[in-house]
């Protein structure tokens, strides 16, 4: 499995990130079955959240790993989010502790290596989000803290209070979903890609040594759907094609390993329930992208260039 550096902490971790979100509906021995077929591919990093399957997600997952005496804890590295409330967000300390404590009790776990902030929150008072990460940290709760969602002088909010790193931003990215690029290609232009609607967010996210999680990295703008094999993107799916002969995969991993190219060392995060389909996106390590064959991607998105 390629590897990236976490953030600002020097360890090593995978470039694919399964996602848990659609999995609440697997019964345990499929979940177990599940995360040994992507164990045995060197992808141990799980993303969750508390609102996931409406805590099911984990409820499933942690039952499948405690009754399983061959996946070890120290093997996994868990992640989770919390502060998306039914209407309202909220990242109030009580509700932050108490939802750790909730996410812990249904992975079955003592400690969290990650908690992200999930989507930001107009009324955070920092403070109390520091006051939290405090007390979870100093617990042995939660190890490692990141947002999700969140620009640059959001995070620099949090930071002026909490103590602790905030080493991981979750943000959708994929080809045609790519505006972060975008943004800072068409400087000093009146294009429609030069809107800067995340603050610079990918070179701030360089700058600050914060790992940039993609998410929907299959996606189309505005949830119409995955754009692979999309009749909305002929030139987009042709280029894909071309590019999976000549590297003998498929448009999957090709789209996957347009992410993984890029300096920034991202991870991308699956949202698929399939192990196939996770075989695919992993596959994407063996695949290192031209400079030219990168930016043709791009450019069969529907981008431009100055």
């Known amino acids: 499995m390629k590897e990236i550096i976490l953030g600002s902490t020097g360890k090593k971790m995978p470039s694919i990130v399964i996602g848990c979100m659609r999995l ?18 060197g992808a141990f990093y799980f993303d969750h959240a508390d609102i996931y399957g409406g805590g099911q997600s984990e409820s499933i997952f942690g039952e499948a790993i405690s ?26 300390k009580k509700h932050i502790i108490s939802s750790v404590d909730g996410i812990l009790k249904r992975l079955n776990t003592e400690y969290l290596d990650a908690l992200l902030l999930h989507r930001p929150d107009a009324l955070v008072e920092p403070e109390e989000v520091a006051s939290a990460f405090d007390e979870l940290h100093q617990n042995g709760k939660v190890r490692y803290f ?19 790193p905030l080493i991981i931003n979750q943000l959708q990215f994929s080809i ?5 690029v975008a943004n800072g290609l068409e400087v000093n232009m009146t294009s429609s890609g030069a ?6 967010v990918l070179d701030y996210s360089r700058l600050h040594d914060m790992t940039i999680q993609a998410w929907s990295p299959f996606q189309m703008p505005n949830w119409e759907g995955c754009f692979i094999d999309s009749e909305k993107y002929p030139k987009l799916n042709e280029e894909l094609q071309n590019l999976a002969q000549k590297y ?12 993984l190219r890029h300096p920034a060392g991202m991870q991308v995060i699956t949202g ?5 389909r996770i075989t695919e996106i992993i596959c994407a390590e063996n695949v290192l992208l031209t400079r030219e064959e990168w930016y043709r991607l791009y450019l069969a998105a529907g981008h431009v260039l100055p």
Not at 272 to 276: K, M, W, Y
């Open 195 to 200: 809107a800067d609607y995340d603050g610079s």
């Open 272 to 276: 698929t329930t399939s192990e196939n």
């Open 67 to 92: 009754k399983d005496k061959s996946i070890k804890r120290e093997d996994l590295f868990l992640q989770s989010k919390c502060g998306i409330r039914k209407g309202f967000f909220d990242f109030s």
């Open 176 to 180: 045609p979903v790519s505006n972060m």
């Open 24 to 41: 609440a509906d697997k019964n345990c021995v499929e979940m177990q079955n599940f995360i040994h077929k992507v164990l045995e591919q």
């Open 248 to 259: 003998q995969v498929n448009k999957t991993t090709i789209a996957t390993a347009w992410i």
């Open 146 to 164: 990141g947002v999700s969602n969140h620009k640059p002088m959001q995070i620099e909010l949090l930071k002026k209070y909490v103590k602790q």
